[in-house]
């Protein structure tokens, strides 16, 4: 069973960039798919980004090219760079694996799930 620990999160402001690092352990995670959610209090998790076993990236239109997914195989690990962050993209960020290295958007195709970290965007 794969472990994934999510770090990088913190207080920041309009325009600012984070990196998320998204880190697994107990086995490799370089051929599932991974995937970036958020979630915002009373909302329904929310897809983000994606990469698949080929390491295709997948991104929702409002973050395209200010989001950048990529695999680190040798670190076992995902990032995601945020750039140019929004006050709205305040939520909880989660990273998700997928044995079997298929993208999907929906939160339900994804067997493990780290804790999460928190971004917040001031104004």
């Known amino acids: 069973q794969v472990q994934l620990v999510e770090s990088g999160g913190g207080l920041v402001q309009a325009g600012d960039s984070l990196r998320l690092s998204c880190a697994a352990s107990?086995?490799?995670?370089?051929?599932?798919?991974v995937a970036w959610f958020r979630q915002t209090l009373g909302k329904e998790r929310e897809f983000v980004s994606a990469?698949?076993?080929?390491?295709?990236?997948y991104y929702v239109d409002p973050i395209k090219g200010r989001f950048t997914i990529s695999r680190d195989a040798a670190k076992n690990a995902v990032s995601l760079q945020i750039n140019s962050l929004k006050p709205e993209e305040t939520a909880v960020y989660y990273c998700?694996?997928?044995?079997?290295?298929?993208?999907?958007?929906?939160?339900?195709?994804?067997?493990?799930w780290g804790q999460g970290t928190q971004v917040t965007v001031a104004s």
């Open positions: 998700a694996s997928r044995v079997g290295g298929y993208y999907s958007g929906d939160p339900k195709n994804y067997e493990s």
């Open positions: 107990g086995r490799t995670i370089s051929g599932d798919a």
């Open positions: 990469l698949d076993w080929s390491n295709r990236t």
